[in-house]
């Protein structure tokens, strides 16, 4: 049995909308969720002992969201991640987008889908957001007409991305979240152990633009296909942090990609997808400098993310999984966030 319940959120500055949050209950989960940017404000999981903590980074109020922030768990598109250089060629024509990130364009832009007000609707068990991007909107070709819907299914919540264009566009839509399975506000990730179900990852450019190299993991810091604690991981292997593409299986059907355990509070994170990849960032960015819920501050390596996506900079990759949408075509893809105790 799920209960969905919509509130006031906030409004934006100079009556340009009201941001709604719904509130999704299960017995095992509870998720909150705002109308700006489809964004999951909060999301309280039991641990061992039935204790519930908030285990994603992010704020209290509205106002947290709308200064300069890491995309907390915002949906972000038109094309999440990077396209390298902020440009590119489509059926002869060059498309020049926002530099956002160093040299290159990031999760869709300056104005991108976690800065915008989405239209939602309540579910029976969840709330389905719409918008249409314009023809142009951040640079991209055609209109874009967008649905992302959050299910809640016991301790199982389910995104699913649609969407349809007008003309041929790249599409990469994913969620941004940051965990931290000891709860939000916990220190950092170290005692998090790690698995992620794939025998290839992207080697990137010190921009973080893929080389278009597939490199296998075996032997490498990469081989996540077996547990491994984060912290002593990241010293062994004497790394900053992961910032980086897996490719999973290319299955279109729904397939395990990750899993996070914390043994501390017994808490999973299992992480299945119909995505060809998954970016595994381990909030190397993060500073300390913003004041999130409860007084939590946010400092380097104090939250993961688990991107389900397509392959970074495949605009500029004809090897790599095919990221255009054509007229009359579909985007379709779905992710689920499956917690439970061990």
């Known amino acids: 049995m799920v209960s969905v319940t919509r509130a006031v959120f906030g409004d934006l500055p100079s009556g340009?909308?009201?941001?709604?949050?719904?509130?999704?209950?299960?017995?095992?989960?509870?998720?909150?969720i705002i109308s700006w940017g489809c964004t999951i404000t909060a999301l309280e999981v039991?641990?061992?002992?039935?204790?519930?903590s908030d285990v994603v980074l992010g704020f209290a109020e509205l106002e947290g969201y709308l200064q300069k922030q890491p995309y907390f768990g915002a949906v972000v598109g038109r094309v999440a991640n990077r396209?390298?250089?902020?440009?590119?060629?489509l059926d002869g024509k060059e498309y020049k987008l926002a530099i956002n990130n160093g040299p290159?364009?990031?999760?869709g832009g300056i104005r991108g889908f976690d800065k915008v007000l989405w239209t939602p609707e309540v579910l029976s068990n969840g709330v389905q957001f719409s918008r249409v991007s314009p023809d142009g909107e951040e640079g991209y070709p055609g209109e874009l007409k967008v649905w992302v819907t959050y299910t809640l299914d016991g301790g199982e919540l389910k995104i699913n991305y649609r969407a349809q264009a007008s003309q041929t566009t790249p599409v990469n839509l994913t969620n941004h979240s940051y965990f931290n399975l000891a709860g939000q506000g916990s220190p950092n990730i170290y005692d998090h152990e790690v698995t992620i179900d794939a025998d290839a990852f992207l080697p990137v450019d010190e921009t973080l633009i893929p080389t278009g190299e597939v490199a296998p993991v075996q032997g490498t810091v990469f081989d996540l296909r077996k547990p491994v604690e984060l912290g002593k991981h990241?010293?062994?292997?004497h790394i900053n942090g992961f910032d980086h593409n897996f490719c999973l299986k290319g299955s279109k059907e729904k397939h395990f990609c990750a899993r996070v355990h914390h043994a501390g509070s017994g808490r999973v994170?299992?992480?299945?997808?119909?995505?060809?990849g998954i970016q595994f960032y381990t909030g190397n960015f993060l500073d300390g400098t913003l004041k999130g819920k409860s007084g939590a501050v946010y400092p380097?390596?104090?939250?993961?993310?688990?991107?389900?996506?397509?392959?970074?900079?495949?605009v500029h990759q004809p090897d790599f999984p095919p990221v255009l949408l054509r007229p009359g075509e579909e985007y379709d893809h779905t992710?689920?966030?499956k917690f439970s105790v061990a």
């Open 83 to 89: 396209i390298a250089k902020g440009t590119f060629t």
């Open 46 to 52: 039991k641990d061992r002992q039935g204790r519930a």
């Open 269 to 276: 994170l299992e992480v299945y997808t119909t995505q060809p």
């Open 300 to 314: 380097k390596h104090s939250g993961f993310c688990l991107e389900t996506q397509n392959w970074p900079d495949a």
């Open 234 to 237: 990241l010293q062994e292997f």
């Open 16 to 32: 340009a909308g009201t941001v709604e949050k719904f509130h999704l209950q299960s017995d095992l989960l509870k998720v909150d």
């Open 104 to 107: 290159n364009s990031l999760h």
């Open 335 to 337: 992710t689920w966030l």
